[in-house]
Antibody
Framework: QVQLQESGPGLVKPSQTLSLTCTVS??????????WSWIRQPAGKGLEWIGR???????NYNPSLKSRVTISVDTSKNQFSLKLSSVTAADTAVYYC???????????????WGQGTLVTVSS | QSALTQPASVSGSPGQSITISCTGT?????????VSWYQQHPGKAPKLMIY???NRPSGVPDRFSGSKSGNTASLTISGLQAEDEADYYC??????????FGGGTKLTVL
């Protein structure tokens, strides 16, 4: 069974870049037809989709975050990463990484999730 | 992209049925049969319960069912159980090849 684990700084200063890594175990990130996604959730609020990357490197981003987001994949380390630049307090949230499945017509569904990691933006 | 619209809360007694609605637009819910539903217990990661409007992943009880009419999708839980108390989120593929979620609905089992 594939497992995902987020890692990265829990505290980021305003205007800096948030960087998180998701390590995948129990399966190769480059095998199968999966998208690898980032999703976040501010405390007490709903889910927000950040973006996704295919093992080939192709990406899709949330239009509201697109100018600040980069998602990349490192197949040699079986990891994928999130970078969010120019952060503000509004970016404080639990960040989840997820593997999508049941793909059809470009739509895929987050199925295997990491436990989530809290990132706080504060000086 | 704008979040899909869900009621903030719903409630029901054990054994009853409840329905949660999820309203979008023709660019998301209404345009594709790619609606999904997620269950989230406090402090836990979300769990996929329904995909492609009405399909259940392996292991999800058949008490959970989904449907769609026009720009509105629905999740119905029949035979409500205490363990069903959680937050529920809908999601939809969009015309921009992105995923948009609803604001979430808190289900209380009375």
């Amino acid at each position: 069974q594939v497992q995902l684990q987020e890692s990265g700084p829990g505290l980021v200063k305003p205007s800096q870049t948030l960087s998180l890594t998701c390590t995948v175990s129990g399966g190769s990130i480059s095998s199968g037809s999966y998208y690898w996604s980032w999703i976040r959730q501010p405390a007490g609020k709903g889910l927000e989709w950040i973006g996704r990357i295919y093992s080939s490197g192709s990406t899709n981003y949330n239009p509201s975050l697109k100018s600040r987001v980069t998602i990349s994949v490192d197949t040699s380390k079986n990891q994928f990463s999130l970078k969010l630049s120019s952060v503000t307090a509004a970016d404080t949230a639990v960040y989840y990484c997820a593997r999508t499945t049941y793909c059809s017509g470009g739509s895929c569904y987050p199925y295997n999730w990491g436990q989530g990691t809290l990132v706080t933006v504060s000086s | 992209q704008s979040a899909l619209t869900q009621p903030a809360s719903v409630s029901g007694s054990p054994g009853q049925s409840i329905t949660i609605s999820c309203t979008g637009t023709s660019s998301d819910v209404g345009g594709y049969n790619y609606v999904s539903w997620y269950q989230q217990h406090p402090g836990k990661a979300p769990k996929l319960m329904i995909y492609e409007v009405s399909n259940r992943p392996s292991g999800v009880p058949d008490r959970f069912s989904g449907s769609k009419s026009g720009n509105t999708a629905s999740l119905t839980i029949s035979g409500l159980q205490a363990e069903d108390e959680a937050d529920y989120y809908c999601g939809s593929y969009t015309s921009s090849s992105t995923l948009v979620f609803g604001g979430g609905t808190k289900l209380t089992v009375l």
